[in-house]
């Protein structure tokens, strides 16, 4: 039974590219998170969903910042127009109903 | 929206020391509790959870208790081993309504000296 499987595990950007991460959750799992985290940080909520629905993204930058979750395929969040501020890692979790989260290894994303 | 304060940022033990690790929230609506292990370069892990209709709950080394008069929780680990150098980090959840993401601290750098 394998985790949260997230891709790449390193993605470097050039200023004003886009940035894809991907998130597959474990299997059985229907609550997907995305969360931020900076050099040295603690962990930012950025959005929560569930098959093809966003229930809460109030942590999401309003601009360039999506996300979804496919009914098929894995979560992706995806970054527009990437400036070197995005530069950090970006972990996705997963979740049944109630339960805890397993979380993901991560993708650590390097805007140059 | 939810607070958690984790203190402190650093603890640096003997190995064979206890470690304690301390966290307050403010939502009084929050019910579960868990704490998260992080390896350098890797996901955070679980390494135990509360619910608010227990005080404490104990697993081997590690323990966590709960003070929902006074808003905070408590990480202890015993007999500390080199291994259990990283960063720990608690949460904060209430289980009611749509909403169902955590609130973190923002960690605590745990070094066991060897």
């Known amino acids: 039974n394998a985790g949260v499987m997230q891709n790449p595990r390193h993605l470097v950007r050039r200023r004003g590219q886009e940035a894809r991460l991907r998130c597959s959750p474990m299997?059985?799992?229907?609550?997907v998170y995305w969360y931020r985290q900076l050099p040295e940080e603690g962990l930012k909520f950025m959005v929560y969903?569930?098959?093809?629905?966003?229930?809460?993204e109030s942590g999401m930058p309003k601009e360039r910042f999506s996300a979804e979750f496919p009914k098929e395929g894995p979560s992706i969040l995806r970054i527009q127009q990437v400036v070197r501020g995005d530069s950090a890692a970006y972990f996705c979790a997963s979740s049944l109903q109630g339960h805890g989260y397993t979380f993901g290894s991560g993708t650590r994303l390097t805007v140059v | 929206g939810e607070n958690v304060e984790q203190h402190p940022s650093t603890l640096s033990v003997q190995e064979g020391d206890s470690a304690v690790i301390k966290c307050t929230y403010s939502d009084s609506a929050s019910n579960y509790f868990p704490w998260y292990k992080q390896e350098l370069g890797k996901g955070p892990q679980l390494i135990i959870d509360?619910?608010?209709?227990?005080g404490e709950k104990k697993d081997q080394r590690i323990a966590v208790t709960l003070n929902k008069t006074a808003k905070h929780f408590s990480l202890h680990i015993t007999e500390t081993q080199p291994e259990d150098s990283a960063v720990y980090f608690c949460?904060?959840?209430?289980?009611?309504?749509?909403?169902?993401?955590?609130?973190f601290g923002s960690g605590t750098q745990l070094t066991v000296l060897p």
């Open positions: 949460a904060a959840r209430a289980d009611t309504g749509s909403a169902r993401q955590l609130t």
């Open positions: 509360i619910r608010s209709n227990v």
């Open positions: 299997k059985g799992h229907s609550h």
């Open positions: 969903l569930q098959k093809e629905n966003i229930i809460d």
